[in-house]
Protein backbone atom coordinates (compact mmCIF):
# COMPACT_ATOMS: atom_id res chain seq x y z
CA UNK A 1 0.00 0.00 0.00
CA UNK A 2 2.13 3.06 1.33
CA UNK A 3 5.80 2.86 1.30
CA UNK A 4 7.24 3.05 4.63
CA UNK A 5 8.76 6.61 4.00
CA UNK A 6 5.53 7.97 2.77
CA UNK A 7 3.48 6.27 5.21
CA UNK A 8 5.53 7.93 7.50
CA UNK A 9 5.56 11.69 6.13
CA UNK A 10 1.46 10.86 5.82
CA UNK A 11 1.40 9.85 10.02
CA UNK A 12 3.26 13.22 10.32
CA UNK A 13 0.77 15.00 8.61
CA UNK A 14 -2.03 13.75 9.66
CA UNK A 15 -0.73 14.47 13.36
CA UNK A 16 0.12 18.26 12.43
CA UNK A 17 -2.99 19.02 10.99
CA UNK A 18 -4.57 17.03 14.30
CA UNK A 19 -2.62 19.24 16.38
CA UNK A 20 -2.15 22.38 15.01
CA UNK A 21 -5.50 23.01 13.41
CA UNK A 22 -8.83 24.40 15.56
CA UNK A 23 -11.98 22.34 15.18
CA UNK A 24 -13.73 19.45 17.21
CA UNK A 25 -12.31 16.38 18.74
CA UNK A 26 -14.33 13.41 19.93
CA UNK A 27 -17.10 15.81 20.53
CA UNK A 28 -14.94 18.64 21.99
CA UNK A 29 -14.27 21.94 20.78
CA UNK A 30 -10.52 21.64 20.07
CA UNK A 31 -8.54 24.84 19.81
CA UNK A 32 -4.49 24.76 18.50
CA UNK A 33 -1.47 25.42 20.53
CA UNK A 34 -0.42 28.84 20.28
CA UNK A 35 2.40 31.45 21.54
CA UNK A 36 5.22 29.82 23.36
CA UNK A 37 3.51 26.99 23.23
CA UNK A 38 4.03 26.08 19.68
CA UNK A 39 7.57 24.92 19.16
CA UNK A 40 6.59 21.78 21.73
CA UNK A 41 3.32 21.22 20.14
CA UNK A 42 5.63 21.03 16.70
CA UNK A 43 7.70 18.70 17.95
CA UNK A 44 5.63 17.00 19.90
CA UNK A 45 3.33 16.46 16.51
CA UNK A 46 6.91 15.12 14.34
CA UNK A 47 8.43 11.48 15.19
CA UNK A 48 11.73 11.61 16.45
CA UNK A 49 13.13 14.24 19.08
CA UNK A 50 12.68 17.60 17.21
CA UNK A 51 13.12 21.17 18.45
CA UNK A 52 11.40 23.90 16.23
CA UNK A 53 12.46 27.62 16.72
CA UNK A 54 9.33 29.46 16.84
CA UNK A 55 10.19 30.73 13.26
CA UNK A 56 10.01 26.64 12.12
CA UNK A 57 6.80 26.00 14.49
CA UNK A 58 4.72 29.26 12.77
CA UNK A 59 6.17 27.79 9.30
CA UNK A 60 4.67 24.12 10.00
CA UNK A 61 1.74 25.86 11.63
CA UNK A 62 0.74 27.66 7.92
CA UNK A 63 1.75 24.08 6.46
CA UNK A 64 -0.93 22.33 8.84
CA UNK A 65 -3.57 24.56 7.47
CA UNK A 66 -3.08 23.95 3.91
CA UNK A 67 -2.49 20.53 4.20
CA UNK A 68 -6.57 20.80 6.47
CA UNK A 69 -8.11 21.78 3.34
CA UNK A 70 -6.02 19.17 1.01
CA UNK A 71 -7.56 16.20 3.20
CA UNK A 72 -11.16 18.39 3.45
CA UNK A 73 -10.90 18.35 -0.36
CA UNK A 74 -9.87 14.59 -0.66
CA UNK A 75 -12.85 13.64 1.49
CA UNK A 76 -15.41 15.85 -0.15
CA UNK A 77 -14.44 14.40 -3.53
CA UNK A 78 -12.34 17.88 -5.13
CA UNK A 79 -9.37 16.17 -6.21
CA UNK A 80 -8.71 19.01 -8.27
CA UNK A 81 -8.72 21.60 -5.64
CA UNK A 82 -6.44 18.88 -3.68
CA UNK A 83 -4.10 19.23 -6.55
CA UNK A 84 -3.82 22.29 -6.47
CA UNK A 85 -3.14 23.11 -3.08
CA UNK A 86 -0.39 20.27 -2.89
CA UNK A 87 1.22 21.37 -6.25
CA UNK A 88 1.39 24.50 -4.30
CA UNK A 89 3.22 23.17 -1.43
CA UNK A 90 5.44 21.29 -3.85
CA UNK A 91 6.26 24.72 -5.44
CA UNK A 92 6.73 26.51 -1.88
CA UNK A 93 9.02 24.03 -0.39
CA UNK A 94 11.38 23.19 -3.74
CA UNK A 95 10.47 19.53 -2.74
CA UNK A 96 12.60 17.08 -4.64
CA UNK A 97 13.16 13.76 -4.57
CA UNK A 98 16.44 12.37 -3.19
CA UNK A 99 18.22 8.98 -2.70
CA UNK A 100 19.36 8.53 0.63
CA UNK A 101 20.67 5.51 3.05
CA UNK A 102 21.37 5.17 6.23
CA UNK A 103 24.71 2.94 7.41
CA UNK A 104 23.23 -1.30 6.49
CA UNK A 105 20.36 -0.03 5.08
CA UNK A 106 19.59 -0.61 1.16
CA UNK A 107 19.22 2.96 -0.54
CA UNK A 108 15.48 4.68 0.05
CA UNK A 109 13.96 7.75 -1.84
CA UNK A 110 13.13 10.31 0.69
CA UNK A 111 11.90 14.13 0.09
CA UNK A 112 13.70 17.34 1.14
CA UNK A 113 13.05 20.90 0.38
CA UNK A 114 15.10 23.67 -1.18
CA UNK A 115 16.90 23.76 2.16
CA UNK A 116 17.25 20.87 4.76
CA UNK A 117 15.74 23.16 7.29
CA UNK A 118 13.14 21.62 9.69
CA UNK A 119 10.20 23.67 8.54
CA UNK A 120 10.95 23.34 4.94
CA UNK A 121 12.12 19.69 5.13
CA UNK A 122 9.10 18.53 6.66
CA UNK A 123 7.16 20.26 4.86
CA UNK A 124 8.70 19.12 1.20
CA UNK A 125 8.24 15.39 2.32
CA UNK A 126 4.47 15.82 3.44
CA UNK A 127 3.70 17.87 0.55
CA UNK A 128 5.76 14.66 -1.83
CA UNK A 129 3.99 11.83 0.65
CA UNK A 130 0.64 13.70 -0.73
CA UNK A 131 1.43 14.57 -4.47
CA UNK A 132 1.82 10.48 -4.28
CA UNK A 133 -1.10 9.72 -2.19
CA UNK A 134 -3.12 11.47 -4.81
CA UNK A 135 -1.51 10.91 -7.41
CA UNK A 136 -2.24 7.29 -7.28
CA UNK A 137 -5.46 5.38 -6.23
CA UNK A 138 -5.20 5.76 -2.86
CA UNK A 139 -5.80 9.52 -2.88
CA UNK A 140 -9.48 8.31 -1.59
CA UNK A 141 -7.61 7.26 1.45
CA UNK A 142 -7.60 10.84 2.81
CA UNK A 143 -10.33 11.62 5.28
CA UNK A 144 -11.93 13.65 8.16
CA UNK A 145 -13.85 11.64 10.66
CA UNK A 146 -17.43 11.49 10.00
CA UNK A 147 -18.65 11.32 13.78
CA UNK A 148 -20.58 14.50 15.31
CA UNK A 149 -18.68 17.26 16.48
CA UNK A 150 -15.07 16.13 15.49
CA UNK A 151 -13.66 17.18 12.80
CA UNK A 152 -9.71 15.27 13.13
CA UNK A 153 -8.06 14.09 9.88
CA UNK A 154 -6.69 10.63 9.29
CA UNK A 155 -5.13 7.90 6.43
CA UNK A 156 -7.38 4.72 5.85
CA UNK A 157 -4.26 2.03 6.23
CA UNK A 158 -7.26 -0.62 6.32
CA UNK A 159 -7.18 -3.49 3.41
CA UNK A 160 -10.82 -2.59 2.64
CA UNK A 161 -10.13 0.84 2.27
CA UNK A 162 -13.82 1.80 4.01
CA UNK A 163 -12.53 3.69 7.31
CA UNK A 164 -14.51 6.82 8.33
CA UNK A 165 -13.26 7.86 11.78
CA UNK A 166 -10.22 8.99 12.82
CA UNK A 167 -10.11 7.02 16.37
CA UNK A 168 -11.93 3.82 17.96
CA UNK A 169 -13.80 5.85 20.39
CA UNK A 170 -15.29 8.62 17.46
CA UNK A 171 -16.47 4.95 15.81
CA UNK A 172 -17.94 3.85 18.94
CA UNK A 173 -19.90 7.22 19.99
CA UNK A 174 -21.12 7.79 16.60
CA UNK A 175 -22.42 3.53 16.79
CA UNK A 176 -23.89 4.29 20.30
CA UNK A 177 -25.75 7.16 18.93
CA UNK A 178 -27.22 5.67 16.19
CA UNK A 179 -28.19 2.76 18.68
CA UNK A 180 -29.94 4.85 21.07
CA UNK A 181 -31.67 6.50 18.61
CA UNK A 182 -33.10 3.46 17.24
CA UNK A 183 -34.13 2.29 20.85
CA UNK A 184 -35.62 5.82 21.03
CA UNK A 185 -37.54 5.31 17.52
CA UNK A 186 -38.91 1.87 18.43
CA UNK A 187 -39.96 2.71 22.01
CA UNK A 188 -42.12 5.65 20.41
CA UNK A 189 -43.80 3.54 17.68
Not at 138 to 158: F, I, N, W
Request: net charge negative.
Amino acid sequence: MFDSHVAILLDAAVSLVNVMTDGADGGKPYQAPAGEALPSAIGAALPGEVTASMEEALYLAGTALKVRRVFEAMDAHRDDEAAAIVNALVVSTGARPQLDRAPGEPWQVHFHGADDTLAVGWSAGIASALTLTIGSDLGGRLGVCRAGQCDRVYVDASRNGVRQFCSRSCQSRTKAAAFRARSAASRST
